[in-house]
């Protein structure tokens, strides 16, 4: 293994990382409707679980209502059934051929609750960046250690390593600061 294969293997980790945070971001209510608060919904669909936008149109008409229109009629039970079991909080109402989800504002208290969680899940994020560097840069030292590396490249690894760390965690505040203003809107 040498450096180029460290940072390789960090970068595909920090990578992973950040796309759990955008689904965990993408999961916060922000008093918008999105189409991507049902991403993670399946549905016994003959058999087999199926995501519903596999089996559905989904859209956003307006900031307040999520539609979703089934291909097959015979879903939109599973597909409600899925709806009130999930952590969104919505009934959805049906008249046979679309299912709407209508959504409340939010109030500014619970809008300052969201903001905390996604303040808790970005430092979470950041915590697992600094602890991906860590283990990068205990490999490095390790491979120094046993001389498969020089000592110059070593400090090159660990440089670039916390490069690519400082990228990432800035990533991570822009993701909450765009999160928090979208919170704060009305």
Not at 119 to 133: H, L, N
């Amino acid at each position: 293994m040498t450096g180029k294969d460290i940072l390789r293997d960090t970068e595909g980790k920090m990578k992973k990382a950040m796309e759990t945070m955008l689904r965990e971001f993408s999961e916060v209510r922000t008093g918008r409707a999105q189409p991507a608060l049902i991403d993670d919904m399946h549905i016994d669909y003959y058999g087999t679980s199926t995501p519903i936008k596999q089996i559905a149109a989904v859209s956003a008409p307006d900031p307040r209502q999520i539609v979703i229109q089934p291909w097959d009629a015979n879903a939109i039970k599973d597909i409600e059934t899925a709806i009130l079991n999930s952590k969104l909080g919505i009934t959805p109402n049906s008249d046979g051929k679309f299912i709407r989800l209508a959504f409340p504002p939010l109030s500014s208290e619970r809008r300052e609750e969201f903001i905390k969680v996604c303040k808790d899940m970005a430092e979470r994020g950041r915590v697992t960046m600094r602890t991906i560097r860590r283990d990068a840069n205990d490999k490095a030292k390790k491979m120094q250690g046993e001389g498969h590396v020089s000592e110059d490249e070593k400090f090159k690894t660990e440089e670039e390593v916390q490069k690519m760390t400082d990228r990432f965690i800035k990533e991570i505040d822009v993701l909450l600061d765009k999160k928090s203003k979208e919170l704060r809107e009305v």
